[in-house]
């Protein structure tokens, strides 16, 4: 399974923005479609927002629409979610997926099609 590590959580005031990271090890970065999860107290994971192994494609769950966006560097091994006009709703721990996808442009949303996950990062929004 490749290894990830998130990075980029902290506290921030509502309408701010951030931008997580996570770095994947140990696999061809290229080979895996990635996701965003986030999980609030006492709420199951969500799907927030997915990219597919060749970046062309994306698919962001309707609350995070035009706020969020998700973007990945193969060369770095890396993906990234970039997180504007937050909202106090948007706190939760935020996860980074990876699913070893055969399609190029596949975008993956259900939680059980991911076979690794980061440790995860908090991210907190202030009223």
């Known amino acids: 399974q490749v290894q990830l590590v998130e990075s980029g959580g902290g506290l921030v005031q509502a309408g701010g923005s951030l931008r997580l990271s996570c770095a994947a090890s140990?696999?061809?970065?290229?080979?895996?479609?990635m996701g965003w999860f986030r999980q609030a107290p006492g709420k199951e994971r969500e799907f927030v927002v997915g990219?597919?192994?060749?970046?062309?494609?994306?698919y962001s769950a309707d609350s995070v629409k035009g706020r969020f966006t998700i973007s990945r560097d193969n060369a770095k091994s890396t993906v990234y979610l970039q997180m504007n006009s937050l909202k106090p709703e948007d706190t939760a721990v935020y996860y980074c997926a990876a699913y070893a996808a055969k399609g190029r442009w596949y975008v993956p949303r259900n939680l059980a099609d991911f076979g690794s996950w980061g440790q995860g990062t908090q991210v907190t929004v202030s009223s």
């Open positions: 990219i597919s192994r060749s970046g062309d494609n994306t």
């Open positions: 140990g696999h061809t970065f290229s080979n895996y479609a």
